[in-house]
């Protein structure tokens, strides 16, 4: 039988290698990692958390970049699983265009990612912003004393991408008492019974959204999906939640939408350029929760992954169909 060659990082060789050759049963295999020569020989990638680290997709760190040339310089590369939701960087697209099959992690993180959608809405729409401002400032700032939030519950949301995150964001805002509007690649029903809309009809419910949850894959039919016009279509006083891709928002008109007052405040995790420049207004303004793209961070999805990419290589040695889970609707 004809060894498989599997490219991983050191830490994932050092962590995994017993639970990979285990998942083999016995099938004999070597790892190898890009300072290897045998990783000319690869067939099969595992681009674990690790690898990545503090890398983007806009900016690439030189350890991140190695594994990268590694797996672009494997004449027998095959399979590549990697530990995100989205497969958006250029070198997937690179290696997709040679044929190299591509399988993500998406739903590893999934509630993880909900949960922290959910907390940004929550405390945008309780205002805690200008709360914990106030806190800072040792000031005593009770909201009686301004205009008060208005009720979250009996609000409506709209949440467009209705994969893993979408769904696990809409059972949540539901308990919560809000009204679920679904914007996705379809519009049929959803499962749960909720009305969709096609991403080409997003016009016909802004109007009606208090709060816009944007959880989507970045296609071709999302990339700047939410331009200028959109946001202006949004009721005054509406927010904004960004969980899917940077390139999804017209960065600039939502800035815009903050400053003039139209849109109530905004949580963002992701940026159309990461990291977000130190220059960008969006770090200063009160009404704005910015993360570093961190929503789906959590201890539990390592394991979660290597569950997913062991699984996967089971089915890989004995030639069955790979899993590709939580695919974004």
């Not at 004449?75 to 070198?91: E, P, Y």
């Not at 809405?121 to 700032?141: D, H, K, V, Y």
């Not at 080409?200 to 200028?228: K, N, Y």
Request: aromatic fraction near 6%.
């Amino acid at each position: 039988m004809t060894p498989l060659c599997i490219l991983v990082s050191a830490a994932a060789r050092e962590r995994h290698g017993a639970a990979i050759a285990q998942a083999l049963d016995g099938r004999p295999h070597a790892l190898v990692t890009p300072g290897d020569s045998a990783a000319l020989s690869a067939q099969i990638a595992f681009v674990s958390r690790d690898v990545t680290g503090l890398s983007t997709k806009h900016e690439i760190h030189p350890e991140t970049q190695r594994f990268y040339d590694a797996m672009a310089a494997a004449r027998d590369l095959k399979w590549v699983q990697v530990h995100s939701a989205g497969a958006d960087r250029a070198i997937y697209a690179q290696l997709q265009a040679k044929g190299v099959m591509l399988t993500t992690s998406a739903g590893s993180n999934a509630e993880v990612v909900a949960q922290t959608a959910v907390a940004g809405l929550l405390a945008l729409g309780r205002r805690f912003p200008e709360l914990i401002a106030a806190q800072r400032r040792g000031e005593w700032s009770p909201l009686i004393h301004r205009p008060l939030p208005p009720d979250i519950h009996g609000q409506t949301a709209t949440i467009v991408g209705w994969g893993e995150i979408g769904q696990a964001i809409g059972r949540i805002l539901q308990a919560v008492g809000l009204h679920i509007q679904v914007v996705r690649s379809s519009n049929a029903p959803t499962a749960q019974g909720l009305a969709s809309w096609a991403y080409e009809d997003i016009g016909q419910v802004l109007p009606r959204s208090d709060w816009l949850v944007l959880a989507c894959p970045l296609t071709s039919r999302t990339q700047q999906l939410i331009d200028a016009a959109a946001l202006r279509a949004l009721p005054p006083g509406a927010g904004v939640i960004n969980v899917a891709r940077g390139d999804v928002l017209d960065e600039a008109a939502l800035i815009a939408a903050l400053e003039s007052g139209h849109l109530a405040g905004a949580y963002l995790d992701v940026f159309a350029h990461e990291p977000l420049a130190a220059g960008s207004p969006l770090w200063a303004m009160p009404q704005v929760l910015a993360t570093p793209h961190s929503a789906g961070f959590s201890a539990g999805n390592a394991e979660r992954v290597v569950k997913i990419f062991l699984a996967n290589l089971r089915r890989y040695a004995q030639g069955q169909t790979l899993a590709q889970l939580g695919r974004a609707a």
